[in-house]
């Protein structure tokens, strides 16, 4: 190993140390979903963090397919509500979250929903939902990880009503 690398757990570790919480879990996530680190190592990260990182470790979860994925899975968390996450619905597919057995939510960004095949295919999807009695919300990538607060309080008054 060159004196301008380092090995993932203290990678993860200074990345964890100089992140805010969700973009941390966020880290770990992708970290794990992408088999950069394992249960063994993820101890390790949590044994070299400091005591004040230690809630974190009940926050992650490698089903994230990304870091929207991640952010709005604690979004659901603090509104306590029941979710699943990448949920599949036979004439559907694999969804990101199905949220009180009636809620597909998807976190769309445009690395994956870019152009008008996409698009078509997304619409006849949430069609093909809305047919087994789901209605299906798409919030922006750049929404769920910049404006919380808004997909939050839209998401909880949607679930109100409902």
């Known amino acids: 190993m060159s004196a301008t690398s380092v090995d993932i757990v203290s990678a993860v ?3 964890v140390r100089c992140q805010e919480p969700r973009a941390a879990v966020a880290t770990l996530d992708s970290a794990w979903r992408l088999g950069l ?3 063994v190592t993820i101890a390790e990260i949590f044994r070299r963090l400091p005591h004040r990182h230690r809630s974190l470790r009940t926050l992650i979860d490698r089903s994230a397919e990304s870091g929207p994925e991640t ?3 604690l979004i659901l968390r603090s509104l306590g509500c029941r979710f699943e ?3 599949s619905i036979t004439t559907v ?4 979250f199905v949220v009180e057995g009636w809620l597909i939510i998807e976190c ?3 690395a994956h929903h870019e152009g008008w095949e996409a698009q ?3 619409r006849r999807r949430d069609l093909a939902a809305a ?3 789901y209605t299906t919300v798409r919030p922006l990538a750049e929404d769920i990880q910049y404006h919380r607060d808004h997909v939050r309080l839209s998401i909880s008054r949607a679930l109100e009503r409902h």
């Open 13 to 15: 570790v200074a990345a």
């Open 108 to 110: 769309d960004s445009r």
């Open 131 to 133: 047919a087994l009695g």
């Open 37 to 39: 680190i394992d249960e």
């Open 120 to 122: 078509k295919r997304d």
């Open 71 to 73: 952010l709005m899975r």
């Open 93 to 96: 597919g694999r969804v990101d």
């Open 85 to 87: 996450t990448q949920v």
